[in-house]
Nanobody, 124 residues
Framework: QVQLVESGGGLVQAGGSLRLSCAASGRTFSSYHMGWFRQAPEKERRFVAHISRRGSTTYDTDSVKGRFTISRDNAKNTVYLQMNSLEPEDTTVYYC?????????????????WGQGTQVTVSS
């Protein structure tokens, strides 16, 4: 079992940057695909980015538009989401997730473990 703890959220002005971190427990972090999702109130959880076990990455290009970068440090059991050029529309709760099987997915239902979420608020 994996426990995930996000950090790094907060309040930032439009155009600013934040780096989210997700620390994972356990010794098998490198065996998981890791993803970032976000969810606004009363809306579905939406894919933002994922990074596979081998380090390949995929983004929701419509929303991210080259502004976000996902990375992982297996030695630290941590996955990151660097968010630049933030917009008020990016305001929501961000979740990291771990997927144990199959190919790295963009669907939330394919992920096995979730963090508690971290709030990002972008002021205009």
């Amino acid at each position: 079992q994996v426990q995930l703890v996000e950090s790094g959220g907060g309040l930032v002005q439009a155009g600013g940057s934040l780096r989210l971190s997700c620390a994972a427990s356990g010794r098998t972090f490198s065996s998981y695909h890791m993803g970032w999702f976000r969810q606004a109130p009363e809306k579905e959880r939406r894919f933002v980015a994922h990074i596979s076990r081998r380090g390949s990455t995929t983004y929701d290009t419509d929303s991210v538009k080259g502004r976000f970068t996902i990375s992982r440090d297996n030695a630290k059991n941590t996955v990151y989401l660097q968010m630049n050029s933030l917009e008020p529309e990016d305001t929501t709760v961000y979740y990291c997730a771990a997927q144990s099987r199959g190919y790295a997915s963009t669907r939330s239902r394919d992920y096995d473990y979730w963090g508690q979420g971290t709030q990002v608020t972008v002021s205009s």
